[in-house]
Structure formats: structure tokens, C-alpha cells
């Protein structure tokens, strides 16, 4: 399930979801009136590994800039951007503060001090940025080493595919990475050049077209010969008719809203997936002129229920 707040813990008992897989660590930045310090961050992270036992929890590095703006963090005073979503944000306000992103770094390795540490970057674009970030991180390794803290017993490093470009990077990048999370979210704004946040453009573009459809595909195809894990964490996967085309795309990781935890579990349940892998295949060689149409008539005609 995707989580951010310390109050969101509990949900993972009550949904059954295997783990966290967007912890979206700027939400104590964005209700915090002052840059939240190294100890706060530490503590929020301890508690929220604490509190998920055995389950894993992945950790996305700040994605503040953009819309996401803090008072105590700005670029050029003053300077508004025309595009925030295509700003300065993320990955890339991070790397150019790297103040910020080493405190969180040195916070999230001491966090998981003894455990699993799953951390991923957002947005990330071109390759050298993953690694300039995962750099950020091994630096604070080495020293905590020569503190002597415990360390985490393994680190796994993954990226957000969220802009386009980095899907032709994807055999390049997949070596170095543990794992991959699609942040369809963003990615389908891009994808589209349609602002997810405009309300007349909403309901315009559809998450089942081909287009996406056939881009999820190729990313899995790209990466499964590495054997990366493949997540999609963005709102599409907990709306039960995406998650059934995702099933049929070969993705078998979703992170999603705690509510629809049930309701996506549910659903999988009751679908045959090598079914609905070959009917995808079909679909995709030769686009019907409704996807989601299609895809409701598959499913109304084995009783899976869909709305
Ligand atoms: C996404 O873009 O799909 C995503 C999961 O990140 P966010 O919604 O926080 O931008
Ligand atoms: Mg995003």
C-alpha cells in the first residue's frame, strides 16, 4: 500500500497489504513548519519500520519543488515556475541541495539500522542521476561504518520510472538497480502532455488506452531479463479494471491506496492471469477501439466485477 504519514501504519494490518511500496517521506516535510531535522526524520522512519514488522517498506526520497512548494526551501525567491510538475523538483532539487538529501539519507540508513533498507528515487531522468543519488547514499554508509553504527543488513536501491525518457534507458539502468517502480501517476501526465492536476483534462485521456497500455508493456519486457522487480505504485493500479489490465501487462506488484487493498486482492483472486496475459497480447497487437470496454466485457463475462 502507498503510505506517508506515521498514522498510516496501522492500515497495513487492516488491509492485509504485503508491505509499504511508496512511503512518500515528503508529507513530514510539507506539514512541518521548519525543515524537519535529521533526528525527527530518523524517528518518523524507525517508527514506521517498527510498525510494519516484517513487512517491507520503500522509501521514496523527498519529491518536494514543483506545486509541492515549502516555505523554507525555495529556489529563486520570488521566481515562479511555469510548469512546476516539469520543474524543479525531486530528484533534481535534491541532488542540487545535496544537504538535504544526505541528512536524509544518513537518517534512512540509521532508521534501518539492523534491517532492510528499500529506498528509491523520484523522477529520475537520465541514469547518472540515480547513480549521483545512490552516491549521496553510500557516502553516509561509509560513514556511519567509521562511526561503527549498525548498519543496514542490505540496501536496496530502485528508481521511479515517472518520466518518459528514462524508458529508453531501462538496459542500462536495470543492472544497477533492485528493483523499478512505475509511477504512473506522473509518467501518463507526461506520456499524455496533459496536467494531471486540470480538472477539464481529467477525465480526457484514459489510463487504459494503448498507448500506455503498450508503453507499460515494453518496460516489463525491457527489464525482465535482469530480473528487476516491477511495481506500479500509481493511483491506476487501485482501481480494479487498471489493475486488471496491469495483470494482464505481467505486472505483479501494486502499491495503492490502503482502500483498495480489498477490492484490488479481491479482484486478483478471481482472475485466471495466463487468461488474461494472452487476451492482453491480442489486444495490444491489434487495439480495440475500446480498451476499457473490452476489458469490462472480459471481465463481466467471467462474473469478475469491475466498477
Ligand atoms: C506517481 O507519480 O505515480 C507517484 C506515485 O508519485 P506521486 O503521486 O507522489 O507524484
Ligand atoms: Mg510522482
New binding site residues.
Given amino acids: 500500500m502507498?503510505a506517508g504519514l506515521r498514522d498510516d501504519t496501522p492500515m497495513l494490518g487492516f488491509t492485509g497489504a504485503d508491505g509499504i511500496g511508496?512511503f512518500?517521506t515528503?508529507f513530514q516535510f510539507l506539514v512541518s513548519a521548519t525543515l524537519p531535522s535529521r533526528e525527527r526524520q530518523t524517528r518518523l522512519y524507525r517508527d514506521v519500520l517498527e510498525a510494519a514488522g516484517d513487512k517491507p517498506v520503500v522509501f521514496?526520497t523527498v519529491?518536494i519543488g514543483g506545486d509541492k512548494v515549502l516555505p523554507y526551501l525555495r529556489h529563486n525567491e520570488g521566481e515562479a515556475e511555469e510548469n512546476p510538475a516539469m520543474g524543479w523538483r525531486a530528484l533534481r532539487v535534491a541532488l542540487e541541495r545535496d544537504g538535504l538529501l544526505k541528512v536524509q539519507a544518513r537518517a534512512l540508513l540509521e532508521a534501518a539500522g539492523g534491517r532492510t533498507l528499500n529506498v528509491m528515487f523520484?523522477m529520475v531522468t537520465e541514469p547518472w542521476e540515480f547513480d549521483a543519488a545512490k552516491a549521496v547514499f553510500e557516502g553516509q554508509l561509509a560513514f556511519l561504518r567509521q562511526r561503527k553504527k549498525i548498519l543496514p543488513e542490505a540496501i536496496r536501491y530502485g528508481a521511479?520510472l515517472?518520466v518518459p525518457a528514462l524508458a529508453e534507458w531501462l538496459d542500462v539502468l536495470a543492472p544497477r538497480l533492485s528493483f523499478l517502480?512505475?509511477?504512473?501517476?506522473?509518467?501518463t501526465q507526461f506520456l499524455f502532455a496533459a496536467d494531471r492536476a486540470n480538472p477539464k483534462l481529467a477525465e480526457r485521456y484514459d489510463w487504459l488506452s494503448p498507448a500506455i497500455l503498450r508503453f507499460l508493456r515494453r518496460v516489463v519486457t525491457t527489464v525482465a531479463p535482469f530480473g528487476t522487480d516491477v511495481t506500479v505504485?500509481?493511483?491506476?493500479g487501485g482501481r480494479r479494471l487498471e489493475a486488471l489490465g496491469l495483470l494482464g501487462l505481467g505486472i505483479t506488484r501494486l502499491s495503492i491506496t490502503p482502500a483498495a487493498v480489498g477490492p484490488v486482492k479481491e479482484l486478483v483472486r478471481k482472475v485466471d492471469i495466463a487468461e488474461i496475459r494472452a487476451a492482453m497480447d491480442r489486444w495490444l497487437a491489434e487495439p480495440p477501439h475500446d480498451m476499457r470496454a473490452t476489458l469490462a466485457a472480459w471481465a463481466a463475462e467471467r462474473g469478475i466485477e469491475c466498477d
Fill in positions: 502507498n511508496l512518500r515528503e521514496r519529491d523520484p521511479m515517472e517502480s512505475i509511477g504512473t501517476n506522473d509518467l505504485c500509481g493511483e491506476m
